[in-house]
Nanobody, 127 residues
Framework: QVQLVESGGGSVQAGGSLRLSCAHSVVTYSRVCMGWFRQAPGKEREGIATLYTAYGSTYYDDSVKGRFTISRDKNTLNLQMSSLKPEDTAMYYC??????????????????????WGQGTQVTVSS
């Protein structure tokens, strides 16, 4: 079982930046899909960025492409968020999928393929 603990959420004005971090127990040599997901009130959880630990390949949803960057540093998964918009307001979750679901070398952002989740951290962007 993988332990995941998010931090770094908060409130920011539109156009601002935040950096989310996720401390995890995934060993560095594992072939694992890791990702950031978010869920706004009344909406389904959506995958916004994934990283495959074996290749370092990353995937971004169109809604965050060019604004968000996923990265990994030892046992921390990060999400650097810039040019934030009010529609980015959501609970953000870090997740790990120990059985990678790949397409074209990238981890697919299907929440059902990730079996380990953190508790979430709230991001609120005001206009």
């Amino acid at each position: 079982q993988v332990q995941l603990v998010e931090s770094g959420g908060g409130s920011v004005q539109a156009g601002g930046s935040l950096r989310l971090s996720c401390a995890h127990s995934v060993v560095t040599y594992s072939r694992v899909c890791m990702g950031w997901f978010r869920q706004a009130p009344g909406k389904e959880r959506e995958g916004i960025a994934t990283l495959y630990t074996a290749y370092g390949s990353t995937y971004y949803d169109d809604s965050v492409k060019g604004r968000f960057t996923i990265s990994r540093d030892k046992n921390t998964l990060n999400l650097q968020m810039s040019s934030l918009k009010p529609e980015d307001t959501a609970m953000y979750y870090c997740a790990a999928g120990l059985t990678p679901y790949l397409r074209g070398g990238y981890c697919q952002p299907d929440p059902g393929r990730f079996g380990n989740w953190g508790q979430g951290t709230q991001v609120t962007v005001s206009s």
